[in-house]
């Protein structure tokens, strides 16, 4: 067999056996430094083809994938804002989520569904084809049409048929999903909003005076006092946080010890002039405050006054002001409060927040209090009066890098409705592989998926559609320069007639061009695409490590091109400060342009998970003049703010070259333009041929689930 020379010790070779597969697989090592650490399981597939939903109108439905795994170990995807609730109530983007992180899931107790906390015990992504189902309540939920939701009905996939072979429960309209409805964006970060904080916590909780005094040799003087004393040490550290980034130094103390059930009260205060007076500046009331400071302010003065139990989150006060600012606020941001009265002597009145669940989680998103056990929702009862109705569900016509984790529960709540673990990272939770590191570093190589893909493609039965490569791994990985799976499937594309395209970050796949030419001289259509993030070649090295040279991906698009195989790229990461200099991006776009490439797009630079502190860590070895920037542009997440993507967005449109008159007759290969640019969620399919500048695809509002 043709890779029977790659193996290290005839006679000692390991086998072992994988879930799914009949035959024990072969485990093989190669003595060579890319391959350190890395292991390959050489398995018998039954089957090539992976089918796309029927009812996808991407421009293929079959997929070929002779890897499970990837060595590239790229750091950085395309994708993943979709919000998923947190077990201390707070939300984090799909995509930032770490395995043993605590979620919320659900369980059904025999009576109700309830929310109870899980964990995610694996995180991965995909790139699969895009649909966008939309709610009555305007929620926007980017998924696979894999991916299940839970209905009044019972679980339902996206995507689906009432008969034949794509036969199964999936979405109509009118369908209503489980849950609590759109999850509002959290508060930004600024300076009116920690006033606002400031102000609500102290006027709630806290003491401030400047008292006179007159001493006993008659002179008078003024006492100075602040303190602010909390049993919840969450609110206590903000607190204390904000007010140092104000310029006021305060001292922290035991203010009463735990003594029975009853918690460690700790403090803390100033007596300084400069101090107290500045505090008492950041607390008064402002003539016209703005949303941000109103945000602050309700998270401040419920960690101070407010309580939230399983019926009604209320807000408690015997001051008329704090009571009538409360309200205010609430009714600023559209809730739908009532002020209730109480039998107290001293005049206790709370300002309680109706609409159930919806709008507790709408309040705690909006605002952010700091106090995680007056916020979480385990134990209650999936019952909403949310609008969660599906008004529709549309193909994005892109296939994008989708994400999905594995839970506890096997759900988990997403934007406000209950998802279903979808698949597992492709090939590895299912052969009993982390979909973490696992993927990089057990590679399961179907040794055999030539000879079943012919055999496939050769039935009478099949009808020649679009085959992609590259929409879950890189068949071109480093390895395949040792297994050679992929001439063998050019032949099988080429011998029936079936029109085929790859995705792929190496110009491995130049060894295969006269196969490719084959097939494009039969007129059987053909296409590629490859990514390139940057010319830098530090840069390039930070963000695909392993990965072959980006000015090498570009001399095989020229060729590729000049072969008369249409090939397009992807400016991917974009990174500020490091490759968004218009003068770098023109220059990848000119290279572009002159290799002929059939698209253009970009995505800017995500920092995920333990990648962030790698990225400082470089920028401060090698662009230290870039670290304050970058703390600011990723300071709530993995994603930079939506303006700094459309700077981003604006550099790849500007800079790509326009459209060239149709005179009825196709440009000279060598001389092809990009027919469209596309930005982050608009990122191209596997192999898909570039549409017309004239119907570019929907763009998601939001990003992605699956």
């Given amino acids: 067999m043709r890779w029977d020379n790659l193996r290290l010790d005839r006679d000692g070779e390991e086998e072992t056996r994988l879930p799914g597969y009949r035959d024990s697989a072969v485990v093989r090592r190669f003595d060579a430094p890319e391959a350190m650490d890395i292991r390959f399981y050489e398995v018998r597939a039954r089957s090539a083809l992976n089918r796309v939903p029927k009812a996808s109108q991407m421009p293929f439905r079959w997929t070929v994938n002779p890897y499970r795994g990837c060595t590239h170990a790229c750091v950085f995807c395309a994708s993943g804002d979709t919000p998923v609730l947190l077990a201390d109530g707070r939300t984090r983007p799909l995509a930032d989520l770490r395995v043993g992180e605590a979620i919320v899931g659900t369980v059904f107790d025999g009576k109700y569904r309830r929310y109870v906390e899980t964990e995610v015990r694996d995180h991965w992504s995909s790139i699969k084809p895009a649909y966008r189902v939309t709610l009555e309540d305007g929620t926007e939920l980017v998924t696979s049409g894999d991916h299940r939701f839970l209905t009044r009905r019972g679980w339902k996939h996206v995507m689906g048929a009432m008969g034949g072979a794509d036969q199964r429960p999936h979405l109509t309209l009118n369908n209503e999903l489980v849950g609590t409805g759109k999850f509002a964006a959290p508060p930004e970060d600024t300076a009116d909003y920690r006033r606002g904080y400031v102000c609500g916590l102290v006027r709630g909780d806290g003491t401030l005076a400047s008292r006179p005094y007159v001493r006993a040799n008659g002179r008078p003087w003024v006492h100075h006092f602040f303190r602010l004393a909390l049993a919840d040490g969450e609110a206590l550290e903000r607190a204390r946080g904000f007010l140092t980034e104000f310029g006021a130094t305060t001292g922290e103390f035991v203010f009463h ?21 500045l505090i008492a500046e950041l607390t008064r009331w402002p003539l016209s405050p703005s949303e941000d400071w109103r945000k602050g302010f309700l998270a401040g003065i419920f960690d101070a006054e407010g309580s939230c139990g399983r019926q009604a989150l209320r807000i408690a006060n015997t001051d008329r002001a704090i009571l009538g600012w409360t309200k205010s606020c609430l009714d600023h941001f559209g809730f739908d409060v009532v002020e209730e009265s109480t039998q107290s002597e001293n005049g206790l009145k709370y300002i309680r927040l109706r609409g159930g669940l919806r709008e507790r989680l709408r309040f705690f998103h909006m605002t952010d209090p700091a106090i995680t056990r007056k916020r979480i929702v385990q134990g209650m009862a999936l019952k909403s009066d949310a609008k969660t109705r599906v008004v529709s569900v549309e193909p994005l016509g892109v296939a994008m890098r989708l994400y999905d984790i594995t839970t506890g529960t096997g759900d988990y709540i997403s934007n406000g409705v209950v998802s279903h673990n979808c698949f597992a990272r492709p090939t590895h939770t299912y052969l009993d592989f982390n979909a973490g590191r696992d993927f990089e570093r057990e590679i399961v190589v179907k040794v055999n998926a030539p000879e079943v893909l012919r055999a496939e493609l050769s039935r009478p039965s099949w009808t020649h559609e679009h085959v992609a490569m590259g929409t879950n791994t890189d068949p071109y990985q480093w390895v395949e320069g040792r297994y050679k799976l992929m001439p063998p499937i050019w032949e099988a594309f080429r011998d029936t007639g079936t029109p085929c395209s790859v995705l792929t970050k190496s110009p491995l796949l130049l060894r295969d061009l006269p196969l490719m030419r084959e097939i494009a001289e039969r007129g059987i259509p053909i296409a590629a695409n490859l990514s390139v993030p940057t010319l830098d070649e530090k840069a390039w090295r930070a963000t695909e490590p392993h990965t072959p040279h980006p000015r090498a991906r570009l001399e ?74 970058y703390e600011r542009l990723y300071a709530r997440g993995a994603y930079a703010p939506p303006e700094e993507r459309r700077r981003l967005a604006e550099l790849v449109r500007r800079g790509a070259p326009p459209m060239p008159p149709d005179d009825g007759e196709p440009a000279p290969a060598a001389r092809r333009v990009p027919r469209r640019t596309r930005f982050d969620d608009d990122a191209p399919a596997a192999g898909a041929r570039p549409r017309s500048a004239a119907a570019p695809p929907a763009k998601p509002r939001q990003e992605a689930l699956f």
């Fill in 556 to 629: 095989a698009v020229g060729e590729l091109n000049r072969a008369g195989i249409p090939t397009g790229i992807l400016v991917a990461p974009l990174m500020p400060g490091i490759n968004d200099a218009p003068e770098q991006v023109e220059r990848i776009l000119e290279l572009a342009q002159e290799n002929g490439a059939t698209g253009i797009g970009g995505i800017a630079l995500h920092l995920r998970g333990e990648v962030r502190e790698i990225w400082l860590d470089w920028l401060r070895a090698h662009r230290p003049d870039l670290v304050p920037r």
């Fill in 257 to 277: 010890a735990a003594a029975g059930s009853h918690r460690e009260i700790r403090a803390i205060r100033t007596q300084r002039r400069a101090d107290v007076e």
